[in-house]
């Protein structure tokens, strides 16, 4: 039995909400709905969108690609089924709010079945050249799956300037509810540890860390059986982090494992450290060895207010609606939908929303759960200090917020507004009701619009 409570590393700051992991977490993951009708986005990851190969009309391929790179931060698109080419429309988008898509018609509706992986018998990554790997992963479209969404490929690529000396993977899954990478340990563990020696192998690192939350003792149990079980155990180190939202941002993640700091307003390469999350890592694995592009993903549908929680593998493009009736559909207090989970998930505005490479859950909570926010009004800051202390950046949350509000945005830069991830645990902690996180992200995009890097 390994002893979890002794080694358990964290980080400063944070909070502890009611995790709702047992909803799904025992749900093994099944084929999502078989849908008639998938949208595409060509914007799913940070950096430029994809342009479309096709036209209306076109008959596609499972697997080819409808979307190519327009710059070096990008990722390409592929079709997750065979199909018609429908139209290429805008689409809701959860963040951008809406996106061009390209519309597929499915010629078969059939529930969606995971291929089989097969981990080649005494597998060697440095069969493989940094290169190889990189062109597999960039070609496959493949990014940061655990939400940000950055190019796979870019981030694993090798740097003689700044070496990249440490791979940091990423199994905490700290949001509350969420499961669908606690599954994948469980059930995609070869794809997994493949997926890390071949990400390793191209960005050159020297050390390799897995880092699992404390309150996964299964994924933690299974993980050291099968690294023992591949001979891996001497090259990659598992950690067990204390359970405590957000421990999976990779900031935090970095200090908990290395205590090492990221400096405010850089990236973990320009200290040496590349952090990946382990269902990207998977597809890592499916690109390399099989030549398989990113074209479904595992989805968590969870919370009260859904009939039948569980973790489904889905096409990219699927709507939310889809997937809420594949699971029953809602429950009678169910009050509202989240594309993602409860601290960092946005509410979804129109349940023909499409499922992206980066949407990893879909939440429904009852009345009861967000009975706070929808029937309080916010009250006048008390200068509790609350939000302070649990900011995971060290910011002061209110002061950003009270300078959005006074629309002081010269201001909010000097409080380090971009420094914010926007993890919610200010608002999660205020007792005045004030929605410090949602002041936070209006002040970004003032920001950004000001210097045109957004539509205004």
């Known amino acids: 039995m390994f002893m979890l409570k002794a080694h358990r590393r964290s980080f400063s700051g944070g909070v502890h909400p009611p995790e709702g992991k047992h909803l799904a977490e025992d749900r093994a993951i099944e084929p999502g709905p078989a849908t008639k009708e998938l949208a595409v986005l060509l914007s799913q990851h940070i950096g430029a969108p994809a342009r479309p190969l096709v036209k209306k ?29 429908k139209d290429i429309a805008l689409q809701p988008h959860a963040v951008l709010g809406r996106s061009l898509a390209v519309i597929i018609e499915a010629q078969m509706q059939t529930p969606p079945q995971p291929p089989a992986f097969v981990r080649p018998a005494h597998f060697d990554p440095a069969a493989y050249t940094s290169a190889q790997i990189g062109a597999a992963v960039r070609e496959a479209g493949i990014v940061g799956m655990g939400g940000a969404g950055f190019p796979t490929s870019v981030k694993i ?68 059986a099968s690294l023992a079980r591949l001979g891996l155990a001497s090259d990659i ?22 205590q090492k700091t990221v400096p405010t307003g850089s ?16 597809a890592i694995a499916e690109a390399v060895v099989h030549g398989r592009p990113l074209t479904h993903r595992v989805v968590t ?108 945005m010269d201001l909010a830069v000097q409080y380090h507004v971009g420094a914010c991830m926007e993890c919610g645990c200010c608002t999660y902690v205020c007792p005045a ?15 950004a619009r000001q ?3 957004m539509p205004a």
Not at 237 to 258: F, S
Not at 433 to 447: A, P, S
Request: proline residues 7%.
């Open 57 to 85: 009309g076109d008959t596609v391929t499972a697997g080819q690609a409808i979307g190519e790179c327009q710059g070096f931060v990008s990722a390409p698109v592929h079709a997750p089924v065979a199909g018609k080419v």
């Open 433 to 447: 009701n004030v929605d410090l996180t949602g002041y936070i992200k209006t002040g970004k995009i003032y920001l």
């Open 301 to 408: 549908v969870t919370g009260e207010g859904i009939a039948r929680p569980g973790n489904y593998y889905v096409p990219i493009g699927t709507p939310v609606q889809a997937l809420i009736d594949h699971c029953g559909g809602r429950t009678k207090d169910s009050a509202r939908v989240v594309l993602g989970g409860p601290m960092m998930g946005i509410a979804a505005a129109d349940l023909s929303t499409p499922i992206t490479k980066t949407g990893g859950a879909v939440t429904v909570l009852t009345a009861r759960q967000i009975g706070k926010g929808a029937t309080q009004r916010p009250t006048p800051c008390i200068r509790c200090g609350r939000c302070v202390r649990v900011c995971p950046e060290h910011l002061c949350p209110t002061k950003i917020a009270h300078a959005v509000k006074n629309n002081l």
């Open 451 to 453: 210097k045109k890097k």
């Open 267 to 282: 990236i973990p390469p320009a200290i040496g450290v590349v952090v990946s999350n382990v269902q990207t890592t998977a």
């Open 157 to 224: 690529q090798p740097d003689t300037k700044t070496p990249k000396e440490v791979l940091v993977v990423n199994g905490c899954e700290c949001e509350p509810y969420i499961t669908c990478d606690y599954r994948v340990m469980l059930e995609w563990t070869d794809q997994v540890l493949t997926g890390i020696q071949l990400a390793r192998q191209a960005c050159g690192a020297t050390r390799v860390f897995l880092a699992i939350e404390d309150n996964k003792p299964r994924a933690i149990e299974h993980m050291n």
């Open 237 to 258: 180190q598992l950690v067990p982090v204390k359970t405590k939202y957000p421990q999976g941002g990779e900031r935090q993640l970095i200090r908990a494992v290395l």
